[in-house]
Each structure stands twice: as structure tokens, then as C-alpha cells.
């Protein structure tokens, strides 16, 4: 359930008398009260580094960054100016900003709840989880929402990147008819997508070892967020393009709705906190350096200067040159697609396009580590012994096979991405504030409670409003469920 730091331990009957080794000088803490844990904690620091999330400990802020970049900029942020469209120009700015200041406080929360003052380490969500509410409370509330942003993440990068390996086909043939009719089917692109990534998953056993993969993608995902922005203002407007949020509605119900469903836009941009504690179970830690101090570097340059320059110029940009004609489907990807496929070189918007796929790819690894972490831990909690080269492998070849039938058989779920990140979204903004108020226990009516009991409920609030807008925009709508017909 969680790892243990370096210790030096004496059997006491059915417990053991634990203290504190710092790992670079090796001497016992001499001066800290001797901690008392369970054997059966103890007994998981083995099987901890024979997992592919905590098989390595050489993690630095170097690689927590690249990790944070190419897993906190997805599939989501094109859909960002939507946001916008319903919201107008002063709202949409005020609530991306909040979001964007309440997911990097709750970031913080997770980066120091990491370790406790006792050494243990919880390297992932759902341990997190249990140990603040409990065995059948923090199973139930994280479970779903970790299944979902990681394996469900991974699913959706298959059916946008198949998507865009398509587009990619398309611009490259132009008006060349032969070549357009040999292009493939949806389900063979998603195909193709799958394979190039899981057979770039087999030669990088751990989370750590995936740093050279995040660089790639980091690079990718800065690159096409700023040839989107950079391409609009060249372009300049649209003609008849509206910024009027109330042009969009039809009666006072349709602009509430919307103004929601523009709030679910903003705030699901702000995701991959189910892989922050796996991204600093990566790093050592020890008394004078515990893993917050790099970990949180990590968050800084990634979160508060990085991620920020692409998201906010992609929003503020998309809106000012699309307005109210961006496609639901898509996003400002395909109103740039649509509006400038005559007057833009094919290799311009070809280049864009490869730069999304190869990002995809890169952070497809990032989300299925988590996964494959989890099976991996059935056979070593069976065996006893790490997994064998072939069956980690063969655990990969599952999975890929396994989201390839989800994506075949459900290629709508983007159209539900609404309802299932609102379903979710607690686990970036709510969980977090909780979990301290748990596990701190801070004075009651103090800042630090009231603080985070109030955006623990608000996150709370807001998760049940969205779910119950979007199932009113579905009902509104409809939903095109081709089932196992990718387009």
C-alpha cells in the first residue's frame, strides 16, 4: 500500500521499532523518537521496486518536469476556446484563470501529502486515497476516476490521434484522388496508432526510464499549441465571426446550460493529477532532501511557466480568430483546418499534425504506466517475485489490445467527455483538499481548514452541476452512438 524510506528496524512481536536512515550517510537519526509500523508495511518496500512506477528511483526535476509537461497538456486543450464561446471574453478569462490557480494549489497539496512525517511514501492516487478515508471509502471515491484519467485517457488518445493520423493523410494528398482512395479505414488508423505505441512501450520497463519519451512529447506539445496560436493571428479573424455569448442561446435555459458546459471545457483542461504522486514516486528521498523539494520545482517550471504560455494564448487566441464557428468536434484544431486548408501550406499544417500524433504517442506511455503498474501488481502480490521480461510484455500487448476494442467499439466516447469529466473532475479539485484535512488534520475554523474544506466542497458542488448539464445537453442533442463505426 506504501513504501518505506531506507530504515533500520527490530522485530517487537508483531510489529517493528523503526527509525529514520538517511540514505547518504547511512546513520541512524539518533535525535527523532522511534517510530513503531506494521511488518506487513514493511514488507512491501520489495515487491515496491519490482513495479514499473517505483523500479526506479533516479527521478530529478529535470524529469518530473518533462513528465508534467507531456502528461498535463492533452487531447483536452484544443477544446479550450469552447470555453469561451459560451462564457465571452471577461468570464471565460476570469474562470480559466481560477481553475488554472485552484489545479496548481491542489497539485501542491498532493506534491507535500506524498510522504508523511514518518517516512512512508504513497507513489500512487488510489493509495493516497484509502489512507485518507479509509479501505472501502477511498477505493470507492478514486478507483473510477484513476481507471478513467489513466486507461480512459489512453483511449481517447487512440481515437484523436487516429483521427489525426487521417488528417495528416488527407492534407499531405491534397486534391490527389488516387491517393485519397487508398486511404484507410477509422479503425485501422486507430490501429495503427496502437501499435506504434505499444511497441514503444517495450523498451522502457518504469515511469523513469520514459524521461527521454516525455522530452519528445514536452517539445511536441509546446510546438503545436504554439504553431495553432501563432497560425491564428496570422490569419486574422474570420469573417462573421461572433464573440457574443448570447447569440448562441435561444432561451435563458440554453445560456445557462452553455455558460455550464463552457465551465466543464475550462476546468477539464487541468487533468493528470492521477499521475503527480507516481511522477515523484520516481525520485529519492531522504531527511535533508525529501522528494517535495525537487518534485515541486518540477510543478513550478512546468505548471506556472510553461503550461501557461500554452494554454491561455491557445483560449484568448482561438476565440478572438473563430468565435462562435469553432466545431464542437475538434475543436480549434479543425477551425483552422477548415477555414485554412486553401491559403496554408499543406506542409505547414502537415508538420502540425505530426506534432500532435508524436505528443499523443509520447504521453499515451506516461497514462499506461499507471495501468500497467496495477497489473503488474496482481502477479508480483501473487508470486511474490518480479514480473518476468515476457509477461510485461505480454501485459502491454493486453492492454493495447484492450483500449484498441474500447476505442473500435465506443469511437463517440469524446462526445461524452463532458459527462465523464465532470464525473472525475473531483479528483483534481476536490480529492486533494479533503485528503489534507485527513491526513493534516488541521485546527478546526483555521485557514488552512477553511480553505481547503471550502474548495474541497465547491469542487464537490460544481462536479454535480456539470454531471447534471451535460446529461441535459445530451438529452437536449442527442448522442451519435455509432457503436464499433469510427468515422
Not at 484513476?146 to 486534391?175: A, Q, R
Not at 476546468?267 to 515523484?280: D, P, S, W
Not at 508538420?351 to 495501468?371: E, N, S
Not at 483555521?446 to 447534471?468: D, F, H, K
Amino acid at each position: 500500500m506504501a513504501e518505506v524510506v531506507n530504515v533500520r528496524f527490530e522485530t517487537l512481536s508483531s510489529s517493528a521499532r523503526v527509525a529514520p536512515v538517511d540514505e547518504e550517510t547511512g546513520d541512524q537519526n539518533k535525535q527523532e523518537p522511534l517510530q513503531i509500523i506494521s511488518i506487513s508495511e514493511m514488507s512491501m518496500e520489495g515487491s515496491e521496486s519490482w513495479l514499473p512506477i517505483t523500479e526506479s528511483r533516479k527521478g530529478n526535476t529535470f524529469t518530473a518536469t518533462l513528465h508534467l509537461l507531456c502528461s498535463g497538456i492533452g487531447v483536452q486543450i484544443l477544446m479550450l476556446p469552447l470555453g469561451f464561446v459560451a462564457l465571452g471574453w471577461f468570464w471565460g478569462t476570469v474562470f480559466l484563470s481560477i481553475a488554472y490557480v485552484w489545479q496548481l494549489y491542489t497539485t501542491w497539496v498532493l506534491v507535500h501529502l506524498h510522504e508523511s512525517a514518518h517516512g512512508i511514501r504513497y507513489s500512487r492516487y488510489l493509495h493516497l486515497s484509502i489512507v485518507a478515508f479509509g479501505l472501502k471509502l477511498g477505493k470507492l471515491l478514486a478507483i473510477f476516476p484513476t481507471m478513467y484519467l489513466s486507461g480512459g485517457t489512453c483511449v481517447l488518445f487512440i481515437i484523436n490521434g487516429g483521427w489525426i493520423m487521417e488528417l495528416f493523410y488527407k492534407i499531405m494528398c491534397g486534391d490527389n484522388l488516387h491517393c485519397n482512395a487508398k486511404t484507410l479505414t477509422g479503425a485501422q488508423w486507430f490501429l495503427l496508432f496502437v501499435c506504434l505505441s505499444i511497441f514503444l512501450s517495450q523498451f522502457f520497463p518504469n515511469l523513469n526510464s520514459l524521461s527521454r519519451v516525455s522530452l519528445i512529447g514536452s517539445i511536441m506539445a509546446v510546438a503545436y499549441c504554439t504553431m495553432i496560436w501563432i497560425l491564428s493571428i496570422s490569419k486574422g479573424p474570420e469573417k462573421g465571426v461572433s464573440h457574443d455569448p448570447a447569440e448562441a442561446a435561444t432561451s435563458d435555459m440554453v445560456r445557462v446550460r452553455n455558460a455550464l458546459n463552457g465551465l466543464g471545457f475550462i476546468a477539464f483542461v487541468f487533468r493528470g493529477h492521477n499521475v503527480v504522486l507516481e511522477i515523484q514516486g520516481t525520485m529519492r528521498s531522504n531527511r535533508n532532501r525529501p522528494s517535495k523539494v525537487p518534485m515541486w520545482r518540477g510543478v513550478t517550471i512546468s505548471y506556472l511557466v510553461i503550461i501557461p504560455m500554452c494554454i491561455f494564448p491557445l483560449a484568448i487566441v482561438g476565440y478572438w480568430a473563430y468565435g462562435n464557428k469553432i466545431p464542437f468536434n475538434g475543436g480549434i484544431l479543425s477551425a483552422l483546418i477548415m477555414f485554412h486548408i486553401n491559403n496554408t501550406s499543406k506542409y505547414v499544417l502537415g508538420t502540425m499534425c505530426l506534432t500532435l500524433v508524436i505528443h499523443y504517442i509520447c504521453a499515451f506511455q506516461i497514462y499506461a504506466m499507471v495501468v500497467f503498474d496495477n497489473l503488474e501488481r496482481l502477479y508480483v502480490s501473487k508470486k511474490n517475485e518480479p514480473c518476468p521480461r515476457w509477461i510485461r510484455s505480454a501485459i502491454r500487448v493486453f492492454f493495447g489490445g484492450l483500449t484498441y476494442f474500447i476505442s473500435v467499439a465506443f469511437p463517440f466516447l469524446g462526445s461524452l467527455g463532458l459527462l465523464i469529466g465532470a464525473i472525475v473532475l473531483p479528483l483534481t479539485l476536490s480529492y486533494p483538499c479533503f485528503m489534507w484535512i485527513a491526513i493534516k488534520k488541521p485546527r478546526t475554523m483555521s485557514p488552512m481548514w477553511c480553505l481547503n474544506v471550502g474548495l474541497g466542497s465547491l469542487g464537490a458542488l460544481l462536479s454535480v452541476i456539470l454531471v447534471v448539464s451535460s446529461l441535459s445537453s445530451l438529452i437536449a442533442t442527442g448522442l451519435d452512438a455509432n457503436f464499433f463505426k469510427p468515422k
